[in-house]
């Protein structure tokens, strides 16, 4: 299994545009049959850390290509993550994999 996490840490005042675009991303997702993933926002008591993050698992290494593939060839998508890049001073990306015994 593999897990990514991307942190999105918004420019100044625009945390809230941030969250919008990523649901955004998410709906593309939905419609294109991929894994949505969950968004995650900073809790109300915390003012360090992303903004926003994004989680998703795949079944697999190959499952992760086929969907990042499909991503990079859809306009609508590459639209979106265009204007999500211009909304962030940061931005980082983790993937892990499961490790079973």
Not at 33 to 43: D, N, T, W
Not at 46 to 55: E, F, K, N, T, Y
């Given at each position: 299994m593999i897990l990514v996490v991307n942190r999105y840490f918004a420019r100044p005042g625009a945390a809230e545009s941030v969250l919008a675009t990523r649901w955004r991303a998410s709906a593309r997702l939905a419609e294109l049959?991929?894994?949505?993933?969950?968004?995650?926002?900073?809790?109300r008591a915390?003012?360090?850390?992303?903004?926003?993050?994004?989680?998703c698992t795949y079944a697999s290494p190959a499952e992760r290509r086929l969907v990042t593939d499909r991503l990079s060839a859809d306009a609508a998508f590459e639209a979106i993550r265009a204007e999500q890049a211009s909304q962030l001073a940061r931005f980082e990306r983790e993937v892990f994999e499961l490790d079973e015994i």
């Open positions: 049959g991929l894994p949505v993933g969950q968004i995650f926002v900073r809790a915390s003012d360090a850390g992303p903004d926003v993050i994004w989680q």
